[in-house]
């Protein structure tokens, strides 16, 4: 499977962006699709997951509130729509395939989001 994040871009503090990952194919219901980030200087860390099949989502505790992972079965993507940006929130962010959350096995390549203070 390829997958093609994009949505990425500079937005001050407070702000939204809305990030969206294409998979080349069908994800099958018991897939998950993750959203994962990594900042400068940083390790890679899990942002949001939703089961392809059930619609299930999960978050880490800092993208709770402000973060929401949804798909969109009839287009094969992903989005993660982002709130209330901060500044700690400036990373590269990947979407991933795998069988659970916070589990990956295919990866997109990563779009920056840049948050300014």
């Known amino acids: 499977v390829q997958l093609q994040a994009s949505g990425g871009g500079l937005v001050q503090a407070g702000g939204s962006l809305r990030l969206s990952c294409k998979a080349s194919?069908?994800?099958?219901?018991?897939?998950?699709m993750n959203w994962f980030r990594q900042a400068p200087g940083k390790e890679r860390e899990f942002v949001a997951a939703?089961?392809?099949?059930?619609?299930?989502?999960y978050y880490a505790a800092f993208a709770k509130g402000r973060f929401a992972i949804s798909r969109d079965r009839s287009e094969n993507t992903v989005s993660l729509q982002m709130n209330s940006l901060k500044p700690d929130d400036t990373a590269v962010y990947y979407c991933?395939?795998?069988?659970?959350?916070?589990?990956?096995?295919?990866w997109g390549q990563g779009t920056l989001v840049t948050v300014s203070s």
């Open positions: 194919g069908r994800p099958f219901g018991s897939h998950v």
């Open positions: 939703v089961r392809w099949g059930t619609g299930r989502e």
């Open positions: 991933a395939r795998g069988t659970s959350p916070a589990d990956a096995s295919s």
